[in-house]
């Protein structure tokens, strides 16, 4: 069964960057579209980033426009979230998602990967 798997989670000062990567393991499957998630304890999930494959187009928001980037090495079948200037508000796991072809919304998820930044 085809799943995500993400890495490159940590403890970080503020300030700092991390590169999350997230790739597919136990197979293959098309999607429209690549997402980072995150999730802060007692706060709902919201949507980091994302990147549409056909128009290339991302989207970020608010508090991280500027800071992440997300990318994708088609060759190494990865995608990746770059983050820089990092604070404590980002604190959180963060999740690795896929909006397989013919869904209206993300429906494929990983099992997320902690992201701590300390002041």
């Known amino acids: 069964q085809v799943r995500l798997v993400e890495s490159g989670g940590g403890l970080v000062q503020s300030g700092d960057s991390l590169r999350l990567s997230c790739t597919a393991s136990?197979?293959?499957?098309?999607?429209?579209?690549m997402g980072w998630f995150r999730q802060a304890p007692g706060k709902e999930r919201e949507l980091v980033a994302q990147?549409?494959?056909?128009?290339?187009?991302?989207y970020y928001r608010d508090s991280v426009k500027g800071r992440f980037t997300v990318s994708r090495d088609n060759a190494k079948n990865m995608v990746y979230l770059q983050m820089n200037s990092l604070k404590p508000e980002d604190t959180a796991v963060y999740y690795c998602?896929?909006?397989?072809?013919?869904?209206?919304?993300?429906?494929?998820w990983g099992q997320g990967t902690q992201v701590t930044v300390s002041s």
């Open positions: 990147l549409v494959w056909s128009s290339g187009s991302t």
């Open positions: 998602a896929a909006r397989r072809v013919g869904e209206s919304w993300f429906d494929l």
């Open positions: 136990g197979g293959t499957f098309a999607s429209s579209a």
